[in-house]
């Protein structure tokens, strides 16, 4: 278990112990204040706000939400964050801003408010948080700068957090005796086959579009067939034997996927699902809850789930939002409470009953969730294989990741031979680290 999640618990426990008559009614001192959040329009916080005044009417605390589309939310907060004293008083942020707003020095760090006995819940349980969500979304200045390690310190929760699943047409499957696929091989082996079986649909699903998009999407696979951007001194590996594998992996799957997989996002890779376009779709949890949606489906009832498949190890992906206090909030202890509410057990499951993306394994087990969405606990599952270092999240990634998007899409799109483009961006890619000066320390 990791450290935030094992100090926090043992520290709330502890301080249990000493809190005293201040449990009373911990939110009585705040009773009146109005705080102001900024979240995203997601799924997930479309769930929050079926929930939310729930939480004035326990407490007595107002909350009004700016609720923004994501690029906007994200420029919004970059002015909002500098600013002597800003708007907000909780946010939403996804989980490379991470790296940017700590560099900057624009989050509170969490320690002082889980140590004090009148804010702690002492019920919060941090170790049912889910590890590989808390190390890729809260954590920072440990192993890399951005995960645990001896000197990590905690600037946010997750809350929105996704990981990779393997969706797939139960009744495609049936009708040709096709089995699951657990591999790599099987993946890509099934995502060819299933064309000629079932003439005028794709294999899966995936985004391809040039820049963040393709980028996005070989990153799904670099992770499980071995892969990393960087080794640990920071040198570019991406053009490596792994690299080159994801790659192939990324162009069978658009080859072999839906007329136009070219152009794809991931609006557009999920409607292809949807719309019974292709069998498969590999990518985020948080599109699940579409599947079912008969506005929105023409497959309701006929998907499957299963882990992201298993290359050189397991490694789904962890991305999507966690929740922080900025450095200028006005009412910071009264947002922690309403962080530590959100984010507790019992509205954990509140908000995945509603729709939301649970953060806790108690939730993904919860047997009522499970009635209401019996993936649930395939996800908790897949969870454990979560890697909280698929991506770097380093304040340069934005530059790298356009590149190796670029790169890709003329893959894809051109065929730009792989190893050509993946050493350009391995060599574009270690001048950006040497100008950003992580090199500054490195034998010359």
């Not at 407490?59 to 609720?67: K, P």
């Not at 969730?369 to 908790?380: C, D, Q, T």
Request: negative net charge.
């Amino acid at each position: 278990m990791l450290k935030f999640a094992k100090g926090v618990a043992v520290s709330v426990a502890a301080l249990a112990m000493t809190a005293g008559t201040a449990w009373a009614n911990p939110y009585e001192p705040y009773e009146g204040t109005t705080l102001v959040v900024n979240f995203p329009a997601h799924p997930h916080y479309n769930a929050v706000m079926e929930v939310l005044p729930l939480f004035t009417e326990e407490t007595g605390i107002e909350v009004e939400v700016d609720l923004l589309q994501y690029m906007k939310m994200r420029e919004k907060q970059t002015l909002e964050l500098t600013k002597s004293g800003g708007d907000y008083d909780l946010i939403a942020y996804v989980v490379f801003s991470k790296a940017d707003y700590v560099y900057a020095d624009q989050l509170e760090n969490l320690a002082k408010y889980f140590m004090n006995p009148r804010l702690a819940d002492p019920n919060y349980d941090a170790a049912d948080l889910i590890d590989a969500y808390v190390e890729n979304i809260s954590s920072v200045g440990g192993t890399k700068g951005y995960l645990p390690g001896p000197l990590d310190s905690v600037y946010g929760i997750p809350f929105g957090s996704e990981t990779s699943i393997l969706g797939y047409r139960t009744d495609i499957f049936e009708k040709h005796g096709l089995e699951v696929p657990e591999t790599y091989d099987e993946l890509l082996d099934l995502a060819c086959q299933i064309p000629e079986l079932e003439p005028g649909m794709g294999g899966l699903s995936s985004r391809a579009a040039s820049g963040h998009h393709a980028s996005h999407a070989f990153l799904l696979h670099l992770a499980p067939l071995g892969g990393r951007i960087f080794d640990d001194q920071w040198t570019p590996i991406v053009n490596n034997e792994a690299g080159v594998a994801a790659a192939e992996a990324l162009k069978t799957i658009v080859d072999c996927g839906p007329e136009g997989a070219q152009t794809f996002g991931f609006a557009e890779a999920g409607a292809a699902f949807l719309q019974g376009r292709t069998a498969m779709f590999l990518d985020s949890t948080v599109f699940a809850g579409q599947v079912n949606d008969p506005s929105k489906s023409t497959v309701t009832g006929l998907v499957g789930w299963a882990p992201h498949p298993m290359g050189e190890r397991r490694g789904s992906q962890t991305g999507g939002f966690g929740i922080a206090i900025p450095k200028n909030a006005e009412n910071k202890e009264a947002a922690f409470l309403l962080m530590q509410w959100l984010t507790s057990k019992r509205v954990d499951k509140l908000i995945a009953l509603a729709g939301g993306n649970p953060s806790r394994y108690s939730t993904h087990l919860d047997p009522e969730v499970n009635e209401k969405f019996p993936h649930m606990a395939i996800f908790g599952e897949a969870l454990r294989h979560a890697d909280p270092d698929w991506r770097p999240i380093i304040p340069v990634w934005g530059k790298i990741n356009a590149d190796l998007g670029t790169a890709l899409s003329k893959v894809l799109t051109e065929d730009l031979d792989i190893q050509e483009a993946l050493d350009g961006v391995a060599e574009r890619t270690r001048v950006i680290m040497d100008e950003a000066g992580y090199y500054t320390w490195t034998e010359q």
